[in-house]
């Protein structure tokens, strides 16, 4: 059975104040003890947002935007992987395409940053998919396969099992256009058969695939439905505690 998790991105959103009330109305909701429900907050706010969800027994973790890929150092600005633990991150996001982009993170240090968090018992979630260019002109398979190949298919068979892996295609994200469920599904479909050929089919049947790209509270149960969408990596609607509440309950 593969774990069904719904996390959301704040992004450079919220102040403290904002970031604990978002958090403690979700923690009021009813939501679906089954689902691991991931906060993704600023760095600032990990802490507190670590607190406020220690008591709940109901799968709600805390997670980091970004980490750098060495123990500690003069790296101004950056936050290691011990840091992080230290405040009780648990997962991390890894090849956001915003970190992609604007900061120019290559193939090479999501690579080592990948190995950093297997190395150091954090879940990594490894985000990749397609710009637009890429899809019109139809290489979208191929642009997967290659992230996949060059920033976590150098790990073994015991170490990939650890991933998280969320296919969230560049033009879908934060731009209101989603990927409709079949195209979400196509995609996520041919992830696990990369996986199979790679590693085995066992392998490519345990690891959570998660969609993201303007998923929200109306789509959410359809993209939920597809056979191989295990969940979603949401940005904008993880910040108003009622559609991300509805996210987290669109399983069927
Ligand atoms: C994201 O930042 O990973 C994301 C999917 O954003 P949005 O849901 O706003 O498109």
Not at 18 to 24: K, M
Not at 215 to 240: R, T, V, W
Request: aromatic share 10%; proline share 4%; glycine share 6%.
């Amino acid at each position: 059975m593969r774990k069904k998790i719904v996390a959301g991105n704040w992004k450079m959103n919220k102040t403290l104040p904002e970031a604990i009330e978002l958090v403690e109305n979700i923690l009021k909701a009813n939501t679906s003890a089954e689902v691991y429900k991931i906060f993704i907050p600023p760095f600032p706010f990990i802490y507190p947002v670590s607190k406020a969800i220690e008591k709940t027994a109901s799968h709600f973790f805390v997670g980091a935007q970004n980490l750098h890929d060495k123990e500690s150092g003069a790296f101004t600005g950056e936050t290691s992987l011990a840091a992080l633990k230290s405040v009780g991150a648990t997962y991390v996001l890894v090849g956001h395409s915003e970190r992609r982009s604007y900061f120019n993170e290559s193939a090479e240090f999501l690579k080592n940053k990948i190995n950093t968090c297997i190395a150091g018992n954090i879940t990594p979630i490894y985000c990749f998919g397609e710009m637009l260019a890429e899809r019109e002109a139809n290489k979208h398979f191929e642009i997967i396969e290659q992230q996949l190949n060059e920033s976590v298919f150098h790990l073994s068979a015991e170490d990939i099992v650890k991933l998280v892996l969320a296919y969230e295609p560049v033009w879908a994200i934060g731009t209101g256009k989603t990927a409709s469920p079949q195209q979400a599904q196509e995609v996520h479909q041919f992830i696990r058969t990369c996986l199979e050929k790679k590693y085995n089919k066992q392998i490519a049947d345990s690891i959570s695939i998660l969609y993201g790209g303007s998923c929200n509270a109306q789509n959410a149960k359809e993209l939920f439905s597809m056979p191989d969408i295990d969940g979603g990596l949401i940005g904008g609607a993880s910040l108003k505690a009622e559609d991300f509440v509805t996210i987290i309950n669109s399983f069927s």
